[in-house]
């Protein structure tokens, strides 16, 4: 199932979602300008990697120049190949918009970073001893999605259904398309206790966890950050 579009498009440019979809795509034209040798010295700096991170939290260096907690936000910018890029990108700019227009700009740009870091933090919590980097901007829009299903459970999403050599599309209930999704990740982020999930260019693997984790603390956040604010003129600063 793929989002094509909502029907509750938002009243006000929203600047902070296009500013981190323009990032998130200049970031990964860097990735492809490096050769494989500097882009796995690319992952393995600005990337989650749990080993060095379980490390940090007890103390331990781990010579990296620097600080392992920031890759919990720097992981977010990266992507491992382009349709993780793309549909990333998709799904936020989706979503992006109407979480941005009721949370305002500031409020929005710290959800987004918290709940990415959040989901990073929850991907970590179940494979603390990878050494595989963790990277990927899903567990932010995840927190995202988590918040749209609260506040717009009724917005129509245009959804591309293929079956077999063919495709139809329907109109669903975002609240319906959501909870699927959730409820996909966390079944698979159970599956996945006893193998090896993890997300690279290498790999293919999928940060279940961490989708489901992000999509979690965004239904949490978005509320304590006024997602349901009474107050109707624009909160931007």
């Known amino acids: 199932m793929v989002p094509l579009r909502d029907n509750n498009p938002t009243k006000t440019t929203p ?3 296009y500013a981190l979809i323009a990032i998130n795509v200049l970031v990964f034209l860097h990735e492809l300008s490096l050769n494989p040798q500097q882009l796995q010295i690319f992952f393995r700096l600005y990337a989650i990697v749990p080993q060095e991170l379980t490390a940090s939290f007890s103390g331990i260096n781990v010579n990296q120049p620097i600080p392992e907690w920031l890759t919990l936000f720097s992981s977010q910018f990266i992507h491992g190949g382009w349709l993780h890029i793309g549909f990333n990108m998709l799904f936020l700019w989706i979503f992006g918009n109407n979480i941005e ?30 050494e595989v980097p963790s990277l990927g901007a899903s567990g932010a829009i995840a927190g995202v999605m988590g918040a749209y299903i609260l506040r717009f459970p009724q917005a129509e999403i245009l959804t591309l259904i293929p079956l077999f050599f063919f495709f139809f599309t329907i109109r669903l209930p975002a609240v319906f398309f959501l909870a699927f999704w959730f409820l996909q990740q966390a079944f698979q982020g159970i599956a996945s206790l006893n193998t090896s999930a993890s997300i690279g260019m290498e790999s293919g ?19 304590l950050l006024g997602l349901f604010s009474s107050q109707d003129e624009e909160r931007y600063f």
Do not use: D, N
């Open 15 to 17: 600047y902070i979602t």
């Open 101 to 130: 227009e009721k949370l305002g700009r500031v409020k929005f740009l710290i959800f987004y970073l918290a709940c990415g870091a959040l989901a990073g933090l929850a991907q970590w919590f179940f494979s603390a001893q990878s």
């Open 205 to 223: 693997g999928v940060a279940y966890w961490a989708h489901a984790g992000g999509f979690i603390f965004g239904a949490i956040l978005g509320p």
